[in-house]
Structures are given as C-alpha cells and as structure tokens.
C-alpha cells in the first residue's frame, strides 16, 4: 500500500490467584499457553502485551499499556477460571471490542487419571466466559467469544481470530489516514453529502480538502524521466488501450500517477473522494481526461478512489480492499428479468485485482452526466461469490453497514466502457433489488471477492455501527 498501517491489538490472559500458590505447576503452564497463543497471531497486526494477569491491580496497569498505546481491539485468554477483576479494569475504559478467547488445551480429559492441577491447566477454559460477558455486557462494552481447543489445531478458531484482526486493520487504517476530497459531491446528490465533522467523531476518519486548481499543478515538478517511463510501463501492464491513443499523453498521465502517488504519502491518504464539474478547459481539460486511469492506479495500490465526490462509498471500497484485498466501485446498473440477474457496475476508477482478465481504457467524447472526455476503464470482475458493502447515515448521523453476498456469473454484459457484474442472489434479483433499497443505502457500494459478511460484522463491531444483512 501507499500509506502502510497496522492494527495494534491488545493482549493479555487471566487466572486466578488463589489458584497459583495452591497449585504451582500451574505458572508455568499458563505461561506456556499464553506465549503459544500470542504466537498464533498474524504478523499482519502489532501486539501490545499486558502478560498473565491475576490480580486487579495487574489488570490496572494493563489498562494504561492499552489505553497508552490506542488499541483497535483486545484478545483475552481465558486459561482458565478467573474472576472479572482479572478483566474489566483493563478494558473498562476502551471503546473497543474484547474478544473473550476461550481455547482449552487438551480435546477432553483423561477422567481417570486428572487431578485438580491437570483439570485447571488444560481443561477448564471455559468456566468464567458467561460471567465475563456478563460484566462486559453491564459495562457496556462491545465483546464476542471465540471457543476452541488448541490440541490438534483448531481451524474454525484460528479463522475467527485472524478475521479480527483483519477488522482491526480497518479501525487503524482509518485513525491513521486521511480521506482527501477534492471538489465536492455531485450537484443533487443528496445521500453523498456528509458532515466531516461527524465523520471524524463516529469513524475517527479525517477528511483533508482540497480545491481542483491546486491539483491541476500537482505534476508540474514531476521531470525524472527514467522514474516517468517506469510509470508509463506499470500503466500499460495494467490496462489495455482500445482504440488509437497518443504516446504523449500516457507519457502525462504517468507524470501525474507519479504526483499523486507522492500526494498520497506526503498526505497520508488512505482514501479519495474527487468530483469535477467545471469547464474542462486548459490543464483542467488535461488533468479530468485522465484522472479515472491515474486513480485506478492508486486503487492498486490501496488507497480507494471514489468518483461524484462519494466519501461513504471510498469507506467501503477502502474497508472491503482491507479486509480481502479487492475494493471495486459499484452501484444498481439493471435487472436482466429473463435470466434473473442484477448488473451492478459504474463508470470511472476501479480495482484491478478483482478483474479476471486485463482491464481496458478507451478515450470516450463524453463522461456521461458529467463534464469532460477522456479514458474510462473497465474491469472484468471474476465468476463466483462476491459481496457487496454500502455505508449510509440516519437522520442523526449514525452510520450503518448494507451487506449482501452474491455470485457473479457468466453472459453478456455492456461494452461501451463500464465495469458490469452480472450477480445472482439467493432471494432473486427482484427481491434482493427491493429489499437492499428498503435498507436506505446510499447510492454507490464497494464490491470484493468472496463471501466477507462474517468479517464486515466484526468490522461493524468494531466501529460500533449496525449491519444489514440483505442475503448470505
């Protein structure tokens, strides 16, 4: 990615005191099991260690490593029974999920032959889990419980524990990046406008704006010409070009990926929502012709780009591009009712890592619906599952999550320069076209490979927002 982050997860394991002096094996025991969970985790995600807790005060001190160091989410161990204070002053004050890990050792006991040290040490993991939640609950905390057994590997677990972190990475790519906008949203588009202020308050995403006659210079001190024609080769390993085209102006479209590209690190942008809608004259012209294969590139490289000014829909591009790798713009296109599909596309900047064949550019007279002409791409997205993610506003601002998983499936789409997906779902296009409409989503989504639902609700966890569920 252009701007790298990485989620900072909390950790730490409980037990009981009392149980310690009585029974001494059990210390290096939980040790042991701590340090090989700790090691279970994916490199992906920065680990603040709070250790083996068992006392409240402990439990205090662990509490200000996580507050200190701005967690995105909290993993506790539960290795065996232990009492909310080993828990709650740790996690009293954070505004994130804590997921109550509930891992025994061993796949069931010798009955025979266990005495009380064994029993608490490999076989009693989940003896304090509802008590736990409990209190969470009372507190008012966020929490989910993942049980499992370590012996022999425990694949559902590990899955579930990864996609957390994978959700995590989404809170700290938001905290840690900007969303530049750049214009405004499209005139009468009333479900794209925003409050950036709310924005930054509810999903720690700052917004940094710009105006377009500042962008219009951006390239004019790009002249590394070794630097240029690089570029110019990764735009044509990436697009095929349809039609005639002038080699000078892929040469100044490379100019200016290798500008924005140092924009996004000076600026630290993680997403871009841009609308133009004047004249389209002079280095206006030049740079609006361009822009929708300039930000496809900077997609591929992990910072979402949104047309019409969307911020909400550079969200979800940015989150689904997080958590699978593939973050395509989409929206309603038409309903095929004879074959009882749904095409779902758009025009401008996509991810070509969802395409499953080169996407191409071509030079089009007009942007339809909007100012200028120039190149629009169009990718092919693969066959199979895919999910789709729209984020929207109440009334009051709070945000909420539109999901629904579908598959893409083979036959004829548009061709006049779109990216179309002909997606079937379980309900029939018909009723998933009513029922996703009824969830008030805003006008564009983000599509992704693969089915993603179970993460974007530990992601909707995670930002405190509520899910829709539309189909699974």
């Known amino acids: 990615m252009l701007v790298d982050t990485k989620a900072r997860v909390g950790v730490f394991a409980i037990a009981l005191q009392a149980y310690l002096p009585q029974f001494p094996s059990l210390v290096p025991e939980f040790n042991n099991q701590y340090q090989a969970f700790k090691a279970s985790l994916p490199e992906a995600v920065e680990i603040v260690d709070g250790g083996v807790v068992t006392t409240k005060e402990a439990s205090q001190e662990v509490g200000d490593k996580l507050r200190a160091a701005d967690v995105d989410l909290v993993f506790v161990q539960l290795l065996t029974y232990a009492t909310s204070y080993n828990m709650l002053p740790a996690v009293k004050d954070l505004d994130v999920p804590v997921v109550l890990v509930n891992l025994q050792k ?33 507190y008012g905390k966020r929490s989910d419980v993942i049980t499992g057994v370590v012996e022999g590997g425990d694949e559902k677990a590990q899955a579930e524990i990864e996609d957390w972190c994978k959700a995590a990475q989404t809170r700290r790519r938001f905290r840690d990046t900007n969303i530049a906008q750049i214009g405004r949203p499209y005139p009468g588009m009333m479900d794209l406008y925003i409050d950036e202020s709310n924005l930054y308050r509810r999903m720690g995403l700052y917004t940094k704006q710009f105006d377009w006659e500042k962008m219009w210079a951006i390239a004019d001190n790009i ?29 100044e479209m490379a ?128 066959l199979g599952p895919v999910t789709y993610l729209a984020i929207t506003q109440d009334g009051e601002g709070h945000f909420k999550f539109v999901v629904a998983e ?6 004829p789409i548009l061709s006049f320069g779109d990216t179309n997906m002909r997606t079937r779902f379980s309900c029939g296009a018909r009723e998933f076209v009513t029922k996703w409409s009824l969830a008030g989503p805003t006008h564009h989504f983000g599509a992704a490979k693969g089915r993603h639902i179970e993460t974007l ?11 829709e569920v539309i189909t699974q």
């Not at 609700?457 to 899910?467: E, T, Y």
Request: glycine share 10%.
């Open 106 to 138: 061993l796949k069931a006991l010798d009955y025979k032959h266990t005495d009380i040290a064994s029993w608490l040490g490999e076989g009693y993991a989940c003896g304090a889990v509802g008590e736990m939640v409990a209190d969470l609950n009372r």
């Open 223 to 251: 002249d590394d010409e070794e630097a240029i024609q690089n570029k110019v080769h990764d735009i044509l390993d990436t697009f095929d070009i349809l039609g005639s085209y002038k080699k000078e102006d892929i040469h």
């Open 457 to 467: 609700k530990k992601v909707a966890k995670i930002f405190n927002v509520d899910i």
């Open 255 to 382: 100019r200016y990926v290798i500008a924005f590209e140092q924009w996004v690190k000076d600026e630290k942008l993680g997403l871009i929502a841009s609308h133009y809608d004047g004249f389209a004259k002079g280095q206006a012209g030049v740079l609006d012709a361009m822009l929708i294969p300039a930000f496809s590139m900077l997609i591929k490289q992990g910072t979402a780009c949104a047309v019409e000014g969307d911020m909400k829909v550079a969200m979800a591009m940015s989150i689904l591009k997080t958590i699978s790798g593939t973050g395509q713009l989409a929206e309603m296109y038409s309903i095929d009712f004879n074959d009882d599909i749904a095409i779902i596309g758009h025009s401008g900047s996509g991810d070509a890592a969802i395409s499953d064949k080169k996407p191409t550019m071509k030079i089009v007279d007009v942007f339809h619906g909007k100012t200028g002409g120039g190149y629009l791409t169009q990718f092919y997205p693969y």
């Open 406 to 411: 579908g598959v893409n499936e083979e036959g």
